[in-house]
């Protein structure tokens, strides 16, 4: 991911959410996601692979964490296949949905294998690293947080960040 060393968009406005294919909250597939629709308050985005163990034993107990103590914040999981897509496929979205308990919209990114593109486009707009990955995006659509290592004990001991 050469071209991907450099991280983060801290401070620049969330680029849409393009190249993504979704399903909702209720596993049934859907047309694409903008951002306005996730609410007009804090938003977060979770980027994982199915396979991808850190995302399975650190992730998505942040996101589940996140999801149970920030009701009002408009939530959206994304897998970014970046490698391993025989494995980290566009069903495996409704069985993570199911696994974790999450009722939010669940996405499906993977590179165009018709390009020389070797990461999917939301990679690229959010200059993600790899997974897992968090996007917080604050009300004014400015991505406060881009990383790997969201603290997610700071955020639920200052809620006050989330209120609308």
Known sequence: MGKFMKTGIVGLPAPPLEHVRWI????????PLS???LGQGFRILYFFQ?????C???GFPAFVTLAEKFKGVGLAAIQTVFEGS????????RENQRRYGLRVPFGHAAANSTSTEIVPAIMEAYWSGGTPWFVVIAPDGSVVYDGFGLDVESLVTAPKLFIR
Do not use: I, M
Not at 86 to 93: E, I, K, M, Q, S
């Open 50 to 54: 199915d396979w991808c163990a850190g």
């Open 86 to 93: 025989d494995v980290n496929t566009f069903d495996r979205l």
């Open 56 to 58: 399975h034993a650190h």
């Open 24 to 31: 909702d909250e209720s596993g049934d597939e859907r047309g």
């Open 35 to 37: 951002l306005a629709e």
